[in-house]
């Protein structure tokens, strides 16, 4: 099943804007990533945020995450039309053994050129 | 982070046969994962594929179906048996690396039984 939700399931924008999305979860966890896949394809690798940290930076990406809400967001600024794609978080359960992931149903992004 | 390459890319077959998927990393790692994504949907986690042991199911796959085979810490094969239409999704291999944990995804492989 999985563990979170996120929301919302897509975004329209114009390029140039900015675009938020947003994951919530279910239990506690180690650590959440989240995964750029672009029309079916393999997930790219964006951001992990561990437990214990409240926000990420990388280039234009911005990683929040508040364990008291059990929520994360992902924030892209100055979005380009190369930005078009499904954006997914995965957690990694405390509790759980070996580093599974369950993934959020995805957010479908399409940036508008 | 891990190069990891996934052969076939994609595959087209017929119903009741059955097709392995193999994975290889370019470095050793100790955590493998098979991953199925049916269309539209999410990702699913199938099993953790054990490096000289048999792999760790998750709810609702099964051996018998999903042969999964480790044997050394850079390959992985994952066959996918007596295929049905509902067997056609994307199946990713993923891998652990680095001292924080960040999880990374093989190209993925399509299939689509027919």
């Known amino acids: 099943s999985q563990q979170g939700e996120e929301d919302p399931q897509a975004l329209s924008i114009q390029e140039g804007e900015n675009a938020t999305m947003n994951c919530s979860y279910k239990?506690?966890?180690?650590?959440l990533q989240w995964y750029r896949q672009n029309s079916g394809r393999g997930l790219v690798h964006l951001i992990l945020?561990?437990?214990?940290?409240r926000e990420k930076h990388s280039g234009r990406l911005r990683v929040t995450l508040d364990t008291s809400k059990k929520s994360s967001s992902l924030l892209i600024t100055a979005s380009r039309a190369a930005d078009t794609a499904s954006y997914f978080c995965?957690?990694?359960?405390?509790?759980?053994?070996?580093?599974?992931?369950?993934f959020g149903g995805g957010t479908r992004v399409l940036v508008k050129p | 982070s891990a190069v990891i390459s996934q052969k076939p890319s994609r595959d087209i077959c017929q119903r009741g046969t059955s097709l392995t998927i193999q994975c290889q990393v370019d470095s050793q790692v100790t955590m493998m994962f098979w991953y199925r994504q049916q269309p539209g949907q999410s990702l699913t986690l199938i099993a953790t594929a054990n490096q000289g042991s048999e792999a760790t199911y998750e709810s609702g796959f099964v051996i018998d179906k999903f042969p999964i085979s480790r044997p050394n810490l850079t390959f992985s094969t994952l066959t996918v048996s007596n295929m049905s239409p509902e067997d056609s999704s994307i199946y990713l291999c993923?891998?652990?690396?680095?001292?924080?944990?960040?999880?990374?995804f093989g190209p993925g492989t399509r299939l689509t039984v027919l």
């Open positions: 945020i561990r437990s214990n940290e």
């Open positions: 993923s891998v652990v690396v680095g001292p924080r944990y960040e999880q990374f």
């Open positions: 995965a957690t990694d359960a405390a509790r759980a053994a070996g580093n599974k992931l369950t």
């Open positions: 239990t506690s966890i180690n650590n």
